[in-house]
Nanobody, 128 residues
Framework: QAQLVESGGELVQAGGPLRLSCTAS?????????????MAWFRQAPGKEREFIVA????????HYIDSVKGRFTISRDNAENMVYLQMNSLRPEDTATYYC????????????????WGQGTQVTVSS
């Protein structure tokens, strides 16, 4: 069974960097290898709905960011290691949220409903 596990979340000061990792296991899932899936990071702040923030295509050849993280966050993947990363720089208090890794067979998928597999999330807290 496919599983995604996020790690790297912690308390960080505003302006600082942080790197999140997503480890994928249990692939192939439904006949699809990890490298068949586009991967994304979503986040959910307290009292708010979960939101899409960035995605990377199955081959790593294309990415899509929301405006609020563009230029500060970078998504990458290593298909040989079944890993996805989110490098976050210049963090702001409003980036405080639980961050989720998700896998989709669609591209570009920005809706939760398009994602077949989800991790449990990792907490990022940015202090001012």
């Amino acid at each position: 069974q496919a599983q995604l596990v996020e790690s790297g979340g912690e308390l960080v000061q505003a302006g600082g960097p942080l790197r999140l990792s997503c480890t994928a296991s249990g692939f192939p899932a439904s006949g699809f290898t990890f490298s068949s899936f586009s991967m994304a990071w979503f986040r959910q702040a307290p009292g708010k709905e979960r939101e899409f923030i960035v995605a990377i295509r199955w081959d790593g050849g294309s990415t899509h960011y929301i405006d609020s993280v563009k230029g500060r966050f970078t998504i990458s993947r290593d298909n040989a290691e079944n890993m996805v990363y989110l490098q976050m720089n210049s963090l702001r208090p409003e980036d405080t949220a639980t961050y989720y890794c998700a896998a989709s067979l669609s591209w570009i998928a920005m809706s939760e409903q398009q994602y077949e597999h989800w991790g449990q999330g990792t907490q990022v807290t940015v202090s001012s």
